[in-house]
Every structure is written in structure tokens, then in C-alpha cells.
């Protein structure tokens, strides 16, 4: 499913009501109705509970004052509390704003100055709705509406909010000093950037989308998707005649007298995601260190510090004649004879190829330019924040501020899959881009990165385009990570996540 910033959203329901003759009241019934829908399938029934909504003047007020209505008929005892100048309301809101007051609903004006007041009384409630400000929010809160969310933040009550928290940017994900915490929040229509994106997403609690009953297409606006279970349909289906040969063969390229694990970790990746064969060539004092298993190893010539030597260069090549597919990177270093290595192997190599770890420093123009476009074309890489700021001369701070731009930018720029790593993880082939939706700071240990290049070398060599690779082995990576962190994200490390990517990758 798409995923829009605030912009993009007001430009798909603008375009739905002037070609459609849809009536922005209507949408903002159906938004009501459906949220309404939700929160009773998540809540239970609303009958004698409780329900207090907190509306600005805009149409994320009307929403909430939609779900009010809907919430009464239902047997709650909703209360609404009003924030803002109602003569300043929309259209919609004044209406919907009427019939509550037709029905005998309870309104009440919020008045920040009478902190203790407001919080005993949403202290009564059994649910919290946050319809303030939604996704036209930008920069920081007024102070009367940050004192509000502290309120909120202070009580012990569910909270749900609508589109996005207030104080969240829907557009970057952005939080200026606070913003509501929500338990639940639903989506209107499309996904919400803002909701996926740190630290936005530590406000929104789950969040979910309800569907506004006409067609929210826009042509022109950025192929930007969620990243969930459905990209495994796009696994290739497995031949039940097939042999080791059939699914396709990666060499692995690394390792050094420090990092034995990490060419090892992708080795086992690349069984685990479904290869039939897997060769690591790796230096002669790595090689000795691995245990024999069901990968292929093969020791290369080292230097004195035992990293790749140049004069590995001929056996490497060798060995990529009988591959599909190359991983390089995974525990290199970056001395330079192991990158001269690395080097003159992508500047020959023509097929699919993963770019990790210290390989990652090559990606430089002098070096980009000289490769072909059909090659670069082929390439995944996957480089960490700390590692995109060294290739685009800048900190790992503005990477993460700027990621769902970075990553399709300069994917764009070089036409090589972009794989940025993270909280979440972006996938761009700078014309369509993907959001992760799985993945947790259980992640964030030595040796999970290994594993990604690894397993989205395995889902090449099975046929994937780069793409679809790239993406598909970020979720299933993710969603190993997700369930082997189940009983405790705080200890995972990252050979665990191999033995839960049976579970994903059926």
C-alpha cells in the first residue's frame, strides 16, 4: 500500500472530490465511520465506556467529532473537548460540530490555564481520541498545546489517535520537543510517512489504516510503498526436481585477520535464504578459523595485517566465473590491497552483485563513472547511516533526518539499488521505494548486516531482480529479527536471526 506525507494526501482526496464529485463531507463521514469501526474491533464495544475526544478546528476535528457521533449511537458516553476558534472551523467541522450539539452531546472548551482541572477530568475517561491537528502539522507545539500533550502523556489512559499524534510531522516524522503519545493510530486512506519514520513512530503505538471508500490514486506523486508480508509472493516458486545448481550459486568475498564472522554469517545467509551453493573467499588465516559446515571455503593470499592480498586477485576472479552472484564487503577492512581486490572484481563483473561493509568506501564518482550503467544497474548496496554520511561527505545526523530522500536520491543519481539501514530501513531503485516495516533496535548488533547481504545475495542468485531481492530479503530480515527478539530484543545476536528465517521464508 502507498505511503504519503500530508501534502501528497491533501492532493489525492483534492483531486478525488474536483474529478469524482466526491463531497469532502462524505469523506469525512466515511473516515469517521470506519475509525469508529476500528476502535471497537481494537477496544471492544464502546457501550456505558467512557470516550473523550480532543478536536482542533480542522478536518482531523471533524473526524473526531464523526467518531463522537458514531460512539453515541453505539451506547458510549462520549465528550468532546474543543480546541481552537470554533468560528475559524471548516465547513465540515461546523456541521458535524451542529449535530452534536442537536444531539446533546457534551462540549466543552479546552483551557490549558487550568492544567490540574483538565487532567482530572481525562483522568475519567476510559478512551483518549487525539483529532487536534493531524497531518497539516509542521515544526513545533504552541504552548497551550504542549501543555495539553504532557497532560495526556501523564494520564494511564488508552489514546487514539487520528492520521498522526499531535506534534508528530506527517510528512518526516519529526518531534519537536513533545508530542501525544497514542496507543493506536489509524491512518486515513494511505499510510502516513511521518508514522513510520523515528522518532515519529515511537509516538504513534500501532498503527493502522482504514480505507476512505473511493479510489486515492495520484498520478505524479512519489512510488512510495510499505514494505510488509505481501513482498514474499514474490519469492520464486521453489523446482521439486531442482538441485543445488538449480538455485543458484554466491561468492561471498571478505573477511580478515580481525572479521572471520562476518563472511561466515552471510555464508549461512545465503543457505538460510534458499541458495544452492554459497563459496567464501576469504583470507588463508579467516579460512582456518571457520568451522567445516556446508559452505565452500576457499583461503586467499593475505597481507602481513592477514586481509586480503593483492595478489588474490586471479583466484578471485576464478571463482567469480562460477558464480551468479557476488556479495563483497563482509568483514574486508579497508586496507588497500583487499580493496584493489574488490575493485578490479566489480569493474569486470557483469552480473547481479551485493555492496556491503567497507566495500562500501569504493562508492566513490572516479570510480562510479567508469562502471557501466547495465553493471551499477545490478548493484545492491547497503550501507548504515554512519557509512552513506562517509560516501556523501556529510553525518550519520542528517542521514537520519533525511532518509526516505536520501536513500531514492541517490539511487537516481548512480542507478544501483539503494538498501539505506535503519530505523526503518528505506529500499529505492530511486523510481520506486520502499518503507520496512519490520525490524526492532534488536537489530542493532554486530554481525545483523552480514546476514541482509547474504540473504538478499541468496534471493539473486534464486532469480530476483535487484529490487525486488533488496526488498524482499529487508522485510524477511527484519521479520527474522522480529521473531527471534520475541522473548527479549535486548539479547538477540545476529546468527539468531538464521534460525528463524525458516519461519519467513517458507
Known amino acids: 500500500m502507498r505511503v504519503v506525507t500530508g501534502e501528497e494526501m491533501r492532493v489525492i482526496e483534492q483531486r478525488a472530490m474536483a474529478e469524482l464529485e466526491v463531497s469532502g463531507l462524505l469523506l469525512m463521514e466515511t473516515a469517521g ?72 452531546v457534551e462540549l466543552t472548551t479546552v483551557d490549558t490555564a487550568h492544567r490540574d482541572r483538565l487532567r482530572f477530568a481525562l483522568n475519567m475517561g476510559d478512551i483518549i481520541i487525539d483529532a487536534l491537528l493531524g497531518t497539516g502539522f509542521r515544526g ?28 508528530v510531522d506527517a510528512n518526516s516524522g519529526q518531534v519537536i520537543g513533545t508530542a501525544i503519545k497514542a496507543d493506536l493510530t489509524v491512518n486515513l486512506g494511505l499510510w502516513k510517512a511521518g508514522c513510520f519514520l523515528y522518532p515519529g513512530r515511537d509516538f504513534c ?39 543445488k545448481g538449480t538455485f543458484g550459486h554466491v561468492l561471498v568475498v571478505g573477511g580478515s585477520g580481525k572479521y572471520a564472522g562476518a563472511p561466515a554469517l552471510s ?15 576469504v583470507p588463508k588465516g579467516a579460512a582456518q578459523r571457520l568451522p567445516a559446515d556446508e559452505r565452500i571455503v576457499v583461503p586467499l593470499a593475505e597481507t602481513s595485517e592477514g586481509n586480503i592480498a593483492q595478489g588474490a586477485l586471479g583466484q578471485v576472479l576464478e571463482l567469480a566465473d562460477a558464480a551468479d552472484v557476488v556479495v563483497v564487503g563482509p568483514g574486508l577492512t579497508r586496507e588497500a590491497e583487499s580493496l584493489d581486490v574488490v575493485r578490479e572484481l566489480l569493474s569486470v563483473w557483469e552480473g547481479p552483485a551485493v555492496i556491503d561493509a567497507d566495500a562500501l568506501s569504493l562508492l566513490q564518482p572516479d570510480f562510479l563513472a567508469g562502471v557501466g550503467h547495465g553493471q551499477r544497474a545490478q ?32 539511487a537516481a543519481e548512480w542507478g544501483m539499488i539503494t538498501v539505506l539501514k535503519g530505523s526503518p530501513t528505506i529500499v529505492s531503485d530511486g523510481k520506486t521505494t520502499y518503507i520496512n516495516s519490520t525490524g526492532s533496535h534488536g537489530l542493532a548488533t554486530a554481525g545483523t548486516g552480514d546476514v541482509l547481504a547474504g540473504l538478499i545475495g541468496s534471493l539473486l542468485a534464486q532469480g530476483l531482480q535487484p529490487l525486488e531481492a533488496a526488498a524482499a530479503g529487508v522485510y524477511a530480515h527484519g521479520a527474522a529479527g522480529d521473531l527471534a527478539g520475541s522473548e527479549g530484543q535486548r539479547s538477540l545476536i545476529a546468527s539468531d536471526c538464521l534460525d528463524f528465517l525458516p519461519r519467513i521464508l517458507r
Do not use: C
Open 140 to 167: 513545533e507545539l504552541p504552548p497551550e498545546l504542549k501543555a495539553l500533550a504532557d497532560t495526556v502523556n501523564d494520564l494511564q489512559r488508552p489514546v487514539v489517535a487520528v492520521d498522526v499524534p499531535t506534534g
Open 205 to 243: 503505538g500501532q498503527v493502522k489504516r482504514v480505507d476512505l471508500g473511493v479510489p486515492l490514486v495520484g498520478s505524479g506523486l512519489p512510488s512510495r510503498y510499505l514494505l510488509d508480508e505481501s513482498i514474499l509472493n514474490i519469492l520464486p516458486k521453489r523446482d521439486s526436481a531442482g538441485h
Open 379 to 410: 548493484w545492491v548496496i547497503t550501507p548504515h547511516p554512519g557509512e552513506m554520511a562517509r560516501i556523501l561527505e556529510t553525518t550519520p545526523g542528517e542521514i537520519n533526518q533525511a532518509r526516505l530522500e536520501i536513500a531514492p536520491r541517490f
Open 33 to 104: 465511520a470506519r475509525l469508529t469501526d476500528l476502535i471497537v474491533q481494537v477496544y471492544g464495544s464502546p457501550a456505558g465506556k467512557r470516550i473523550y475526544i480532543l478536536a482542533g478546528t480542522g478536518n482531523n476535528g471533524g473526524d473526531g467529532l464523526v467518531v463522537a457521533r458514531h460512539l453515541l449511537l453505539m451506547g458510549a458516553r462520549p465528550k468532546v473537548y474543543l480546541f481552537g476558534n470554533p468560528d475559524k472551523a471548516t465547513v465540515e467541522h461546523k456541521g458535524n460540530l451542529d449535530i452534536l450539539r442537536k444531539l446533546g
Open 267 to 281: 555464508g549461512q545467509a545465503v543457505l538460510r535464504g534458499g541458495a544452492g551453493l554459497v563459496t567464501l573467499a
